[in-house]
């Protein structure tokens, strides 16, 4: 949600001293300094979610002395939009597109005290209703998509505790490092050396963070200029990666400033060639069981199983057997061939 920051707001109370004190001295300027550090995406969410981005790492913050408590996100400063309005339009998308399903994260909460949590957390079941997914079930895109679940939402706080249609805090693994070389390695240091937890969700962050020597040695740069110069390097990364239920298995890849390369195109990439591959194994298994059956079986083919296959539209299938097929004929030449008998 860093897209829409608003230059004229107050520092968020969890910035570092120095920040803080540079405001007091130079409250407009400052303002402007930070929101080049602290602006992270350039598209909106509805933009965002039309570009094919599904995960949203969501910092919700209550204003100081808001005697309203309108909830705005947060990232350095607070948005100018506040959370109600996103996440109306956010329900309406998912309405107009009732395949798709999302996760929220919903974090750190600066500012709200119980009775926030709770009003917030029935606008949440109100807004999404039996779009939310429950925390007790295991959920697949079959299951969501047969119960019309399209939202997973986290939310990382206790007053959710009671709450089963909230998930609880998701892992997510930020390297907080200045150079794509240190977030790559961060990364990899830890699929080697813990993995991931195959029964809860982790986020893998591509993101880079400046600290206070970096920003005074690029003093006219902006985070945007950081990231797109690291970007080479951290898409070359992701295409390594495989996504499924090894230890070593991505789960959820974020990103910066999403929109400006392909990173979307092979996170997505990244499940087709999973998909692919469990389809291949699937098909493989049916060969084997129906190679097993047509052995016991007389009168029937492998032409017409072949056949049968292509015209229900499972065309790799029928390639499976049409070549399961050729290695059978072959195997049949070479043991009647009377040379290799003899």
């Given at each position: 949600?860093?897209?829409?920051?608003?230059?004229?707001?107050?520092?968020?109370?969890?910035?570092?001293?120095?920040?803080?004190?540079?405001?007091?001295?130079?409250?407009?300027?400052?303002?402007?300094?930070?929101?080049?550090?602290?602006?992270?995406?350039?598209?909106?969410?509805?933009?965002?979610?039309?570009?094919?981005?599904?995960?949203?790492?969501?910092?919700?913050?209550?204003?100081?002395?808001?005697?309203?408590?309108?909830?705005?996100?947060?990232?350095?400063?607070?948005?100018?939009?506040?959370?109600?309005?996103?996440?109306?339009?956010?329900?309406?998308?998912?309405?107009?597109?009732?395949?798709?399903?999302?996760?929220?994260?919903?974090?750190?909460?600066?500012?709200?005290?119980?009775?926030?949590?709770?009003?917030?957390?029935?606008?949440?079941?109100?807004?999404?209703?039996?779009?939310?997914?429950?925390?007790?079930?295991?959920?697949?895109?079959?299951?969501?998509?047969?119960?019309?679940?399209?939202?997973?939402?986290?939310?990382?706080?206790?007053?959710?505790?009671?709450?089963?249609?909230?998930?609880?805090?998701?892992?997510?693994?930020?390297?907080?490092?200045?150079?794509?070389?240190?977030?790559?390695e961060y990364l990899d240091n830890r699929l080697q050396s813990s993995g991931r937890d195959c029964s809860l969700f982790f986020v893998a962050g591509l993101n880079l963070t400046e600290?206070?020597?970096?920003?005074?040695?690029?003093?006219?740069?902006?985070?945007?200029?950081?990231?797109?110069?690291?970007?080479?390097?951290?898409?070359?990364?992701?295409?390594?990666?495989?996504?499924?239920?090894?230890?070593?298995?991505?789960?959820?890849?974020?990103?910066?400033?999403?929109?400006?390369?392909?990173?979307?195109?092979?996170?997505?990439?990244?499940?087709?060639?999973?998909?692919?591959?469990?389809?291949?194994?699937?098909?493989?298994?049916?060969?084997?069981?129906?190679?097993?059956?047509?052995?016991?079986?007389?009168?029937?083919?492998?032409?017409?199983?072949?056949?049968?296959?292509?015209?229900?539209?499972?065309?790799?299938?029928?390639?499976?057997?049409?070549?399961?097929?050729?290695?059978?004929?072959?195997?049949?030449?070479?043991?009647?061939?009377?040379?290799?008998?003899?």
């Amino acid at each position: 949600m860093a897209y829409c920051l608003d230059s004229s707001s107050m520092l968020e109370p969890n910035e570092p001293t120095w920040l803080k004190e540079l405001e007091h001295i130079l409250p407009g300027p400052i303002n402007y300094f930070i929101m080049n550090w602290a602006t992270t995406q350039e598209l909106t969410i509805i933009e965002q979610l039309e570009a094919g981005v599904r995960y949203f790492d969501l910092r919700i913050a209550c204003k100081p002395d808001d005697r309203n408590h309108t909830l705005y996100f947060v990232h350095g400063l607070y948005t100018t939009v506040t959370v109600e309005e996103t996440f109306k339009d956010v329900a309406q998308w998912l309405t107009q597109h009732p395949k798709e399903v999302i996760i929220l994260a919903c974090s750190h909460f600066d500012g709200l005290d119980n009775d926030d949590h709770q009003k917030f957390i029935a606008r949440l079941n109100q807004l999404f209703s039996k779009k939310l997914c429950p925390y007790t079930v295991i959920p697949s895109l079959q299951l969501c998509w047969d119960q019309k679940y399209q939202v997973i939402l986290s939310y990382d706080n206790d007053a959710a505790s009671s709450h089963q249609e909230l998930w609880p805090k998701m892992d997510y693994w930020w390297a907080n490092k200045t150079s794509a070389s240190q977030v790559m390695e961060y990364l990899d240091n830890r699929l080697q050396s813990s993995g991931r937890d195959c029964s809860l969700f982790f986020v893998a962050g591509l993101n880079l963070t400046e600290d206070a020597s970096y920003v005074f040695e690029h003093l006219f740069s902006s985070m945007k200029e950081m990231t797109l110069q690291a970007y080479p390097d951290l898409l070359g990364w992701v295409k390594n990666q495989c996504c499924g239920q090894g230890k070593t298995c991505i789960n959820i890849i974020a990103a910066d400033f999403v929109g400006v390369n392909d990173f979307v195109h092979l996170v997505y990439q990244l499940n087709w060639n999973k998909s692919v591959q469990q389809k291949e194994e699937a098909n493989e298994v049916v060969v084997r069981a129906v190679s097993i059956k047509l052995g016991e079986a007389a009168g029937i083919s492998y032409s017409e199983i072949t056949t049968k296959a292509y015209k229900c539209g499972c065309t790799k299938l029928a390639i499976k057997f049409c070549k399961h097929q050729e290695q059978n004929t072959l195997k049949d030449l070479f043991n009647q061939d009377d040379d290799h008998k003899k």
